[in-house]
């Protein structure tokens, strides 16, 4: 049995160092180790296993005698280090932790394969999500889309230029407003007397007419006839007082124009508005000269009796030029809408400044004008605004029913 050459201790002939010394044995076979992931204190690495050397530990002798290593007889082949299983295994020991659910996105997909992806996803139920993960909800709000063929581009400009039911909401808020208003200055104004009740019945009617659901064409009709009838009272007893011998005339011409500036500007292309405007801007002009309007300022006195209607009789003639902007080319409305709602506020203003003349009159003259008449004037001035709103929709009505007959004269036409 050979012998350590430094201790004299016995050593086996498969032993590459002693047991005792921990010294190489001359003539030892090479060590293959065994192949280990961790590196204890003491054990070889990779870079050792290849060169077959051993570097010894720091440990004292007792622990070089526990590290031993066993030299083979037969080669053996060397296995590449498998880090996927060590992982695994180690994965297997922790303890299992519960995933967090994951909530889907619903997500716009472009692509056949991506459409087809989605159904199928949708077709299967989600699993509802677990308790211990917090209630909330990642997905895009889900729009209602209304049924029906898809809007094109082209309807929305017919739609524009041609709308099937212009101003309705508008007239319907003007006409409550306007009735509420003038209700509580007629009684204020009008006091317990037949007429001031006529006033207010006709003021009541519009009201109803307004809050009540009807079709556009029974609600501008009716509106329109009562509107007139309440104008109508108001220029009777105007006539009576001698408040203005022309007011039917600027009554009819505010009417008109004012409706057909509104009809121009919900249908630009339509021939009936411009030729309504031109009877409108005709009417007026003839009121402007029959009053004396071009000589008003020449006649102009100190007191506010005599220039502030001398000032809206000026006015009634610069809205009856801006008016002809109607007959600009259907790409723009031309203010029509602007000019037609600054002449019923014009009318308004005119006849409540000759009311006010007449009842503080200039000194020496007698007041001539009574509650009663002022209650009937007041209703006729919100009947005048109403029935001038009411008429662009009347003819709104009427155009739209004259374009279906020629289109349909057109379609049987072979």
Known sequence: MPKCKN????????????GTCGQPVPGGKPVVPIARESKPSGMQTAGDRMSGTFQP?????????AVAVVALSDPEFEESPDTGLSRT?????EPQSEPAPVLPLHRKKNGTASERREEEAALVEPEPPRASAPDRDTSLPHVPIPPGPPILASDLLREQMRPSSPGGNALRRTTVALTAVGALGV????????????????LITMAILA??????????????????????????????????????????????????????????????????????????????????GHESLVTL????????????????????LLSLMAFMDNSTRGGSHVWAVALLILYAVHLGLLVASEVWPVQGIVVSIQGPT?????????????????????????????????????????
């Open 57 to 65: 530990s720091s440990s004292t002798g007792t622990s070089a005698r």
């Open 89 to 93: 295994a180690i994965r297997e020991r």
């Open 211 to 292: 809050l009540t659901p009807m079709s556009y064409r029974g609600r501008a009709v009716a509106l329109f006839f009562v509107g007139s009838i309440a104008t109508g009272v108001a220029l009777w007893q105007q006539t009576l007082q001698g408040v203005a011998s022309e007011a039917t005339i600027l009554a009819g011409a505010t009417i008109l124009l004012s409706g057909s500036l509104l009809f121009r500007a919900y249908y630009r292309g339509a021939r009936l508005a411009r030729v309504a405007v031109t009877f409108g801007v005709l009417a007026l002009g003839a009121w402007f000269f029959v009053s004396g």
């Open 7 to 18: 201790c004299n201790g016995s050593v086996l002939r498969t032993d590459a160092f002693c």
């Open 301 to 320: 006195e100190g007191d506010w009796q005599s220039w502030a209607p001398a000032t809206t009789h000026m006015t009634f003639g610069l809205l009856a």
């Open 187 to 202: 009684l204020l104004a009008g006091g317990v007397h037949p007429l001031t009740f006529v006033a207010l019945a006709v």
């Open 374 to 414: 002022i209650a009937a004037i007041l209703a006729g001035v919100v009947g005048t605004i109403v029935a001038g709103m009411a008429l662009a929709q009347v003819l709104v009505v009427a155009y739209q029913a004259s374009s279906n007959r020629i289109r349909e004269r057109v379609s049987v036409a072979p």
